[in-house]
């Protein structure tokens, strides 16, 4: 069975950094691209940062610049390094999973983790 493992979450000061881990199984992970969202509390859920299989990368407007979205296929993991961190951007953040590329339905999500920033 698929499983998306979400991790590095946490509490950091405005400014600061964070790295978000999402170790999949149970799926052949270099064909998939995976994407980062995130649900703030009393917001819709909205993308944040994808990669494709070919590790092209996208990133949200708001988060451009200041996020890098990676893959390590040896390890089944990507990546989300968050750097210059703002309280806009604590939500929970969910890593996903989609077999037919950054765009479209995706069919696999992580259990999501915390990601708070105090100003």
């Known amino acids: 069975q698929v499983q998306l493992v979400d991790s590095g979450g946490g509490l950091v000061q405005a400014g600061g950094s964070l790295r978000l881990s999402c170790t999949a199984s149970?799926?052949?992970?270099?064909?998939?691209?995976m994407g980062w969202f995130r649900r703030a509390p009393g917001k819709e859920r909205e993308f944040v940062s994808a990669?494709?299989?070919?590790?092209?990368?996208y990133y949200a407007d708001s988060v451009k610049g200041r996020f890098t979205i990676s893959r390590d296929n040896a390890k089944n993991t990507v990546y989300l390094q968050m750097s210059s961190l703002k309280p806009e951007d604590a939500a929970v953040y969910y890593c996903?999973?989609?077999?037919?590329?950054?765009?479209?339905?995706?069919?696999?999500w992580g259990q999501g983790t915390q990601v708070t920033v105090s100003s």
């Open positions: 149970g799926l052949t992970f270099n064909v998939y691209a």
């Open positions: 990669i494709s299989r070919r590790y092209d990368t």
């Open positions: 996903a999973a989609n077999a037919k590329g950054v765009t479209g339905d995706y069919g696999y």
